[in-house]
């Protein structure tokens, strides 16, 4: 059983660049939540997906959007990039929608913006 | 708004030593309470969770109590092993079902 899959592992990107970063959820969940892990932070949450559409959604700013396919797959876009756009961002899934109990993160896409 | 503050490491302890990593919360309402692990090269893993005061969450041999009246989440091991070697995350869900996580606390343990 393939736990939650992200793709790609490292990115490299230049300022004002556009990015988009995938995840695959754990066989059987269909919610994912996308998280910014930045170097010595801890995760900051993005947005949730859950039934192909937004659900919640934290402080972060419009250039940040995401789309969730009726595979229950997900894709994190990031328009614009600046320099502060660097982190690690961790996908989760869940089932149900909602805020879940038990998400399953995967390992992440570290991205740089030079 | 809501945070959650944790002591910062990194921590380093020898192999069967106490290990207690501080964790704090600002919430309103009654959030629940988690603590995660991240072990090197992986996601983070759901260690532990309470969801009401005094409630007390274990797995593993470690353990953290829902304390209310100190707004407090502290992690527990009576004899930590190099096994347990991770970034450690305190994580609240608030009643509006966001999460917030703390910075991490890097923990370190040698034979």
């Known amino acids: 059983d393939a736990g939650v899959t992200q793709s790609p592992t490292h990115l490299i990107k230049t300022r004002g660049q556009q990015v988009t970063l995938r995840c695959s959820p754990k066989?059987?969940?269909?919610?994912v939540s996308w998280y910014q892990q930045a170097l010595g932070q801890g995760p900051q949450f993005i947005f949730q997906?859950?039934?192909?559409?937004?659900?919640q959604r934290g402080n972060f700013p419009d250039r940040f959007s995401g789309h969730q396919f009726p595979n229950y797959s997900s894709e994190l876009n990031v328009n614009a990039l600046l320099l502060g756009d660097s982190a690690l961002y961790l996908c989760?899934?869940?089932f149900g929608g909602g805020a879940p109990y038990e998400q399953y993160f995967g390992p992440g896409t570290r991205l740089t913006v030079t | 708004g809501d945070s959650v503050t944790q002591m910062e490491g990194p921590v380093t302890l020898s192999e069967e030593a106490f290990l207690t990593i501080n964790c704090t919360y600002t919430?309103?309402?009654?959030?629940?309470l988690f603590w995660y692990v991240q072990y090197p090269g992986e996601g983070l893993q759901l260690l532990l969770k309470?969801?009401?005061?005094?409630d007390k969450g274990s797995n593993k041999g470690f353990e953290a109590t829902y304390r209310k009246e100190t707004t407090s989440f502290h992690l527990e091991k009576g004899s930590v092993q190099v096994s347990d070697s991770a970034v450690y995350f305190c994580?609240?869900?608030?009643?509006?079902?966001?999460?917030?996580f703390g910075t991490g606390t890097s923990l370190t343990v040698i034979p």
């Open positions: 989760a899934s869940s």
């Open positions: 066989s059987g969940h269909d919610t």
């Open positions: 997906y859950y039934e192909e559409e937004e659900r």
């Open positions: 919430a309103t309402g009654y959030p629940s």
């Open positions: 309470a969801t009401k005061a005094d």
């Open positions: 994580a609240l869900r608030d009643t509006g079902n966001q999460f917030y």
